[in-house]
Each structure stands twice: as structure tokens, then as C-alpha cells.
């Protein structure tokens, strides 16, 4: 769901006005996300859960699945706001 993670990242880049901010924000965004995730969207996650679990293969750095999960949600929560927060940063310094 990249939709709140493209939003965030477009607010961190128009409220911030030092870059340093726009850099460290969307890592604290990833982790905002993520408890929002786990509130939110908890049959999405059982049903990534069940499927991981069904496949029968070891998981990526002996990570359980849903630590999996999270991972993966925090990395695509991190990295898109990231990209939109300086993207948007940078439009807004050219303006």
C-alpha cells in the first residue's frame, strides 16, 4: 500500500526546510508505518503469514515470517517517503 508512504513523503518534503530532516524523517515514518500495519491491516499480514508458512522454505536470514513481513514493510514505508520527501524537497527549493 504505497499510497500513505507517497503522502507522508510529500509532507515530510513540504513541512521540512532543512534537508537533514528530510533525510532522517521517513526512517521514523517506516517505524509509524509499521505499528499502523499491525493495527490496520492485520489480515493482509495472516494472510502473508499462512502463505510463507505453507511454502515450507527457510526464510531470508533465518527471519520468522512475520519479522518478514515487517521488513519488508518498513524497508517500502522508508524508502518511498524517502524518495518523495527529497523529490519534493528539491521542487520546492527550486520554487
Known amino acids: 500500500m504505497p499510497f500513505p508512504n507517497l503522502i507522508a513523503g510529500i509532507l515530510i ?3 521540512c526546510h532543512k ?3 528530510r533525510l532522517i524523517l521517513p526512517f521514523a515514518w517506516g517505524v509509524v508505518f509499521c505499528v499502523y500495519s499491525s ?3 492485520k489480515s ?3 494472510v502473508t503469514i ?3 508458512k505453507h511454502l515450507n522454505r527457510k526464510l531470508k536470514w533465518g527471519m520468522s515470517p512475520t519479522h518478514v513481513f515487517y521488513f519488508g514493510e518498513y524497508v517500502t ?3 518511498t517517503s524517502l524518495m518523495f520527501s527529497v523529490l519534493t524537497g528539491t521542487i520546492k527549493g527550486i520554487l
Open 77 to 79: 514505508a522508508t524508502f
Open 19 to 21: 534537508w537533514g530532516t
Open 50 to 52: 499462512a502463505y510463507k
Open 44 to 46: 493482509k499480514r495472516d
Open 39 to 41: 493495527f490496520f491491516e
Open 13 to 15: 518534503g513540504i513541512a
